[in-house]
């Protein structure tokens, strides 16, 4: 049996963890039990076998498991999409389903570069973005996200794509803007916390001046949600912040059941679509786009964030974890940033984080450091006693 894992050199690859059985914020195998400190890429934020969640994808099953979104529809897309359009910020009111975080960005990049075009501008083919973003794994995706690991595969697919990075400073965003404000045609950020570029966290004076800039000089501003929505910077949305254009959501969108997300667009966006012109159309439709198991689980995660007060969850959370790194130092690490449900020590040498994950195991934490970081982001249904066990793992790595 050979199953080809992700972003791993297969000839050292590392035996994964092999799963039987899971509840909660544990991850059980043959012979442990582990506490899931990053929530199976940051998606089961209620943790697993939720029996609310667990409940609404069985009754779906039992109805239908899918059916096409074109030419037919269904109740739960239907609800999702009124829930979404209800409870998002400001005119966020067109939700476009697709299956993955990354396919979420493509249309949104599509959505921006089309905006234009069919206003008949069509000189407007720049997107603006951040240095170390990361947007997903499609090609569009991998130019607007500035990930040193697909620098090499770039470097030779020849696209000639133009796409301008820039860090998270006021400056530079003012200089990019003044240089080439008139042929960008959106700016796409990771809004305040950028996760697989190193959970780098930035303020958010800087989105504000963003939004002005976006309308000063009529660039579209379009939030990459798919990390940070649903809780993890401690607000529910960024977009709660600063509103954006184009709103991409995935991950916890489905409280981690199930792979879903959704690029939600603006009244103006909309507007530059509806049109008796055929040509004009959003022209993209993933097969399992607004699937029925999806929506229905999406739905009750939403319900269940709203009805738990999982804000008051991820503010202890916050709040306990800060406790925890108080005076915390080690030669070895270069920062810990915090930020609602996400703890990053980041040290100054790979090396120093060699052999954690198995040092977690043995303390009944499941990890997956990367590079120079070292982090958590939990289920938000996690417990003092498990939330420490894990910060204490942490530290304790640095105290042998
Ligand atoms: C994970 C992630 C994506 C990609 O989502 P997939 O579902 O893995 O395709 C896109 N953007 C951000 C910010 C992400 O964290």
């Known amino acids: 049996?050979?199953?080809?894992?992700?972003?791993?050199?297969?000839?050292?690859?590392?035996?994964?963890?092999?799963?039987?059985?899971?509840?909660?914020?544990?991850?059980?195998?043959?012979?442990?039990?582990?506490?899931?400190?990053?929530?199976?890429?940051?998606?089961?934020?209620?943790?697993?076998?939720?029996?609310?969640?667990?409940?609404?994808?069985?009754?779906?099953?039992?109805?239908?498991?899918?059916?096409?979104?074109?030419?037919?529809?269904?109740?739960?897309?239907?609800?999702?999409?009124?829930?979404?359009?209800?409870?998002?910020?400001?005119?966020?009111?067109?939700?476009?389903?697709?299956?993955?975080?990354?396919?979420?960005?493509?249309?949104?990049?599509?959505?921006?570069?089309?905006f234009y075009v069919n206003q008949g501008i069509f000189h407007r083919k720049k997107v603006l973005s951040l240095k170390h973003a990361y947007h997903g794994d499609t090609f569009r995706t991998m130019e607007v996200?500035?990930?040193?690991?697909?620098?090499?595969?770039?470097?030779?697919?020849?696209?000639?794509?133009?796409?301008?990075?820039?860090?998270?400073?006021?400056?530079?965003?003012?200089?990019?803007?003044?240089?080439?404000?008139?042929?960008?045609?959106?700016?796409?950020?990771?809004?305040?916390?950028?996760?697989?570029?190193?959970?780098?966290?930035?303020?958010?004076?800087?989105?504000?001046?963003?939004?002005?800039?976006?309308?000063?000089?009529?660039?579209l501003l379009i939030f990459d949600e798919v990390a940070t929505g649903f809780g993890r910077t401690g607000n529910r949305f960024v977009a709660d912040l600063v509103l954006p254009d184009i709103l991409c959501l995935g991950k916890a969108l489905t409280g981690g059941y199930i792979g879903h997300a959704a690029t939600v667009a603006n009244e103006k966006v909309y507007r530059a679509f509806y049109d008796s012109d055929p040509q004009k159309a959003l022209m993209h439709g993933p097969t399992f786009m607004g699937n029925p198991l999806a929506c229905a689980v999406a739905l009750k995660s939403i319900e269940v964030f709203e009805n738990e007060n999982y804000l008051k969850k991820i503010a202890r959370i916050e709040q306990i974890t800060r406790r925890a790194f108080e005076g915390f130092h080690d030669d070895r690490v270069r920062e810990v940033r915090i930020m609602g449900g996400c703890v990053c020590i980041e040290v100054?040498?790979?090396?120093?984080?060699?052999?954690?994950?198995?040092?977690?195991?043995?303390?009944?934490?499941?990890?997956?450091?990367?590079?120079?970081?070292?982090?958590?982001?939990?289920?938000?249904v996690i417990g003092e006693g498990d939330l420490c066990q894990i910060l204490d793992c942490m530290k304790a790595w640095f105290m042998r």
């Open 1 to 114: 049996m050979t199953i080809w894992r992700p972003y791993q050199q297969m000839k050292n690859l590392k035996v994964p963890y092999k799963v039987i059985d899971a509840e909660g914020v544990y991850l059980f195998t043959e012979d442990a039990r582990l506490i899931d400190s990053i929530s199976s890429w940051w998606c089961m934020i209620h943790g697993y076998k939720h029996p609310v969640l667990s409940e609404a994808i069985k009754r779906q099953v039992d109805l239908f498991s899918h059916v096409m979104l074109a030419g037919l529809s269904h109740q739960p897309v239907e609800d999702l999409a009124d829930k979404l359009e209800t409870w998002l910020p400001g005119d966020l009111n067109y939700s476009f389903f697709s299956d993955s975080g990354s396919v979420a960005v493509e249309v949104a990049l599509k959505m921006a570069l089309q």
């Open 348 to 380: 100054k040498d790979p090396e120093n984080i060699d052999g954690y994950r198995e040092f977690a195991y043995r303390r009944g934490v499941y990890s997956r450091p990367f590079l120079n970081y070292l982090y958590a982001m939990v289920p938000y």
């Open 145 to 219: 996200g500035d990930d040193e690991d697909y620098h090499y595969i770039l470097k030779f697919c020849g696209s000639g794509f133009d796409c301008i990075h820039i860090p998270t400073e006021i400056s530079a965003l003012e200089e990019a803007f003044a240089l080439y404000g008139e042929e960008l045609n959106s700016f796409i950020v990771e809004p305040l916390l950028q996760g697989a570029g190193g959970m780098r966290m930035y303020d958010v004076a800087f989105l504000k001046r963003a939004r002005e800039l976006c309308d000063a000089y009529g660039v």
